[in-house]
């Protein structure tokens, strides 16, 4: 290791020399164009050269610079001293210039290399073989060359960056080191991340174990956000190289989000999902993260309109979420109310209030597709896989001496679907495709219960039905009932069927009091905490 405490370079440091090789070549031929204009030689490779050249822009090939012929299929034309030591030599260390004059290596001033798509490549499938075969080695190298000699190389890892250069090359015939370190420090992440999506993908085609030794993630930044959870916090939102449909890229309309709107609208979208938008229209309504209403209907203003039935004081400044293309006649019910965010797979034109954010996602999220969630901890994070969990009637097991009618068993479905979304202890009142009450959050299950009664009971009142909304409903539990008393009060609040994971040691007192109610309850063997 190196103890030499080199200069920090100058302060302006000119271009005379440019190594370009890159794969996507959006704009070379007008880079290219610039650079030669200023008085820059451009070196390039293979088929950057040839376009280059093909453009009548005089370029250098770099065989001619290194004496060596690219080979093996180009997985070697860049890696040889010609090229490091123009971009590692310390220009104002003398016995790094007597070894530059000695090998006759010129000075490489300028790098700018995008890399092969790997990851475009693994998020498309291709065979284990396509991808190793896009793992690029030779443009790292060069970028953490020039990056690491920042005091005297500019490196551009892309068009933008190359932009920003262009303007101070115009301006000031040169790069400022604060310029030079800025560029570096983004080169460096573009390394970094893109070294994290080849472990990843790696990590992922071995069988050795679940879990990688080592786990890295990576994201650009999206936006600065314009503070967290409180306005005292900074927050920013990042996006990861290859996002699924979702929230981090799908606004279209109004303000911008701020990082509560956002992970509400994530958790709204995350719940939609659950519903087959070829089977029945789905709204779900979300406020502080946990659903406040959610409904089936014929189309989307019926099913907005239920699902608002069940707490409507909660939708008051909440996130509406929805599985269809949104169109008018439901978007002008959602706008009757001061409603923060409205995300759908597409819409009508909306303008219907300037500061309404609408996010159009293109696609709903898979609720059964791979995925792993993170949360971090003192010291780390925590890593668990996506709760793709989805129940069907086969799987519900009839614990109680009644069973369920068909009509129950769909209910107990839909509002166990919606528990796996509601934060813990979580309770689901539903009835035909809408929820009648919801309890979230409790640091008991009774005290869940008891709320999602509750909301039941004011719905009704403030829509001026004669009894709560939860009369006659299914009542689903994320977690088993570990006393008598939670579901008793379900019952109490109208509940006629129940459905839960069991596993407690008083199951038995639990299904003795199903029976003694005459309410019918199933167990799923699964619990679906969300913490």
């Not at 290596?105 to 092969?116: E, R, S």
């Not at 005290?447 to 009542?475: F, H, K, Y």
């Amino acid at each position: 290791m190196s103890t030499t405490v080199f200069p920090q370079g100058p302060d302006l440091a000119p271009i005379r020399r440019a190594l370009i090789s890159v794969f996507d070549k959006t704009g070379l031929i007008e880079t290219a164009r610039d650079l030669a204009d200023l008085g820059v030689e451009i070196v390039s490779t293979g088929g950057t050269a040839a376009a280059i050249a093909g453009a009548g822009i005089a370029v250098r090939d770099i065989s001619d610079l290194t004496g060596f012929p690219e080979m093996m299929d180009g997985r070697v034309k860049t890696l040889h001293p010609a090229v490091h030591g123009a971009l590692l030599a310390v220009r104002d260390a003398p016995h790094h210039a007597a070894a530059m004059e000695e090998h006759q290596i010129g000075a490489i001033d300028l790098v700018y290399v995008n890399l092969y798509p790997f990851e475009a490549t693994a998020a498309a499938g291709a065979p284990f073989e396509a991808c190793v075969e896009n793992i690029d080695i030779g443009g790292p190298a060069m970028i953490r060359s020039g990056a690491k000699n920042h005091a005297y190389v500019t490196v551009c890892t892309s068009a933008s960056d190359m932009a920003e250069v262009l303007g101070s090359l115009r301006d000031n015939g040169a790069t400022s080191l604060a310029m030079r370190r800025q560029l570096a420090a983004r080169a460096f992440a573009r390394t970094a991340s893109y070294d994290a999506a080849i472990a990843a993908w790696f990590a992922s085609h071995q069988s050795e174990s679940r879990w990688p030794a080592s786990k890295v993630i990576s994201g650009g930044l999206k936006q600065a956000l314009r503070y967290g959870e409180n306005p005292h916090q900074a927050a920013a939102l990042y996006v990861f190289d290859s996002p699924r449909p979702g929230v981090s890229t799908a606004q279209v309309q109004g303000k911008a989000l701020g990082y509560n709107n956002i992970a509400d609208t994530d958790a709204a979208l995350e719940l939609v999902g659950e519903f087959d938008a070829g089977e029945s229209a789905a709204v779900v309504i979300v406020k502080h993260a946990n659903p406040c209403g959610v409904a089936l209907g014929s189309d989307l203003k019926d099913a907005y309109l239920r699902a608002l039935l069940c707490d409507p004081v909660s939708a008051f400044g909440g996130i509406v979420a929805v599985n269809r293309r949104l169109e008018g006649a439901a978007a002008a019910e959602m706008v009757k109310i001061f409603t923060e965010v409205i995300i759908a797979p597409d819409a009508d034109a909306f303008a219907s209030r300037k500061n309404l954010r609408l996010l159009l996602c293109g696609a709903l999220p898979d609720p059964a597709a791979p995925g792993e969630t993170f949360r971090s901890v003192a010291g780390g994070f925590l890593v668990q896989e996506s709760d793709r969990s989805k129940l069907r009637p086969a799987d519900l097991k009839v614990v109680t001496r009644r069973a369920p009618t068909r009509a129950e068993v769909a209910d107990m479905l839909f509002a166990f679907t919606i528990a796996k979304h509601v934060k813990s202890n979580a309770i689901v009142f539903a009835r035909d495709g809408q929820t009648a009450g919801i309890g979230a959050g409790q640091m008991n299950r009774r005290d869940s219960v008891r709320i999602a009664a509750m909301r039941a009971a004011e719905a009704a009142q403030a829509a001026g039905l004669p009894q709560s909304l939860a009369q006659g409903s299914a009542c689903a539990s994320d977690a088993f009932f570990p006393f008598a008393d939670g579901l008793l009060q379900a019952v109490e609040a109208g509940a006629t069927a129940i459905i839960q994971p069991g596993g407690s040691i008083r199951d038995d007192e639990v299904i003795a009091a199903a029976d003694e109610a005459g309410i019918a309850m199933v167990f799923t063997g699964l619990r679906v905490f969300r913490h």
